[in-house]
């Protein structure tokens, strides 16, 4: 199990590095961000939980994008001071957009459907490994 946790961990810092270099780049489209955010999301709890099912996983990533894209509908003065830190900018986002809850879905479904097809595949190759060995 901690293996597994280590192993989410360095894809979630890998894709925190590829977040911040796509908003770097100027001719990356912007959902690209917005897509990986919803990946980071999604390997953040899967490093809480990493043997959860993978609906609860999925359920619980978008309703962590979706609570803050909403929370940008907030604008109290806290929150906008905190939005203008590099921190607020990067977490908490700037504006609600229609768009980035389209990419966070997009973004999760993805990852859930490569996730779930490169487990069924290191299955199946540990299974025909097994079998070699007898």
């Not at 690209?32 to 939980?49: C, H, K, N, P, S």
């Not at 509908?73 to 809850?101: A, H, M, P």
């Not at 993805?110 to 540990?126: A, C, G, M, R, V």
Request: charged share 15%; net charge positive.
């Amino acid at each position: 199990m901690n293996k597994t946790r280590i192993n989410y961990f360095l894809i979630f810092l890998t894709i925190i590095f590829l977040g911040v270099l796509s908003r770097k780049i100027p001719f990356i489209p912007l959902w690209i961000g917005d897509f990986l955010y919803a990946v980071m999301i999604y390997f953040l709890v899967r490093i809480f939980f990493p043997s959860k099912k993978f609906w609860l996983v999925i359920l619980l990533s978008l309703f962590i994008c979706y609570g803050i894209e909403f929370l940008q509908l907030y604008q109290g003065n806290w929150i906008v001071e905190l939005r203008k830190t590099l921190f607020g900018r990067y977490v908490l986002g700037q504006g609600f957009l229609w768009s980035d809850i389209l990419a966070y879905t997009f973004g999760i479904s993805l990852t859930f459907i490569i996730e779930k097809s490169f487990l069924k595949y290191y299955h199946n190759e540990s299974r025909f490994r097994i079998k070699q060995q007898k």
